[in-house]
């Protein structure tokens, strides 16, 4: 009987290890397509990317910047944002055109106003996560609006809480 449990044990573990083999490879099929995504999008933005360690350090070694959470304010950046960020809704879809609807009735004007007079202070955008493009959008409408020193945050507010990073919250 011990030996059947064995020899069960045994048969369950290089089933599940063969799976995850095989998982693995169709993982980083979908790493690759987010990785080149992305790798596009800041060729075309013409923004620089911030990691989730760098932006932590930034933050803690105070360095002057405004950081803009793309997410949508009661589902997201009222639960949990990167502490001090200010909130800015972009679409999802690349937005090619500004669109009010698509921006909370929100104009380029009003993105410019919280972007501040200063063109060369060092602005960060997140979103959610990586594949999310709501922070591609921001930072290429910051881009567009003349500030030139635009960073996107790719892994957005699911890297940070990953990292076990503090978040902030709205009352």
């Not at 990785?35 to 803690?60: F, M, P, S």
């Not at 009003?110 to 921001?138: M, Q």
């Amino acid at each position: 009987m011990k030996r059947l449990i064995f020899a069960l044990l045994l048969i369950l573990f290089l089933v599940s290890a063969a799976i995850a083999w095989d998982n693995k490879f169709e993982k980083e099929v979908k790493t690759e397509t987010s990785a080149v995504k992305l790798t596009r999008e800041v060729a075309r933005g013409g923004y620089d990317v911030v990691t989730t360690e760098e932006l932590k350090q930034w933050i803690d070694a105070g360095k002057e910047m405004l950081i803009v959470d793309t997410m949508p304010y009661v589902a997201s950046y009222k639960k949990a944002h990167v502490p001090g960020a200010k909130q800015f809704l972009f679409p999802i879809p690349e937005m090619n055109q500004w669109d009010t609807n698509e921006t909370a009735g929100k104009s380029q004007q009003d993105y410019a106003a919280l972007l501040g007079p200063d063109k060369e202070k060092p602005i960060v955008v997140y979103c959610g996560f990586v594949k999310c493009t709501r922070s591609h959008n921001g930072a290429v409408w910051a881009k567009q609006l003349g500030y030139k020193n635009v960073y996107r945050y790719p892994g957005g507010i699911f890297a940070w809480k990953g990292a076990n990073y503090e978040t902030a919250q709205v009352n």
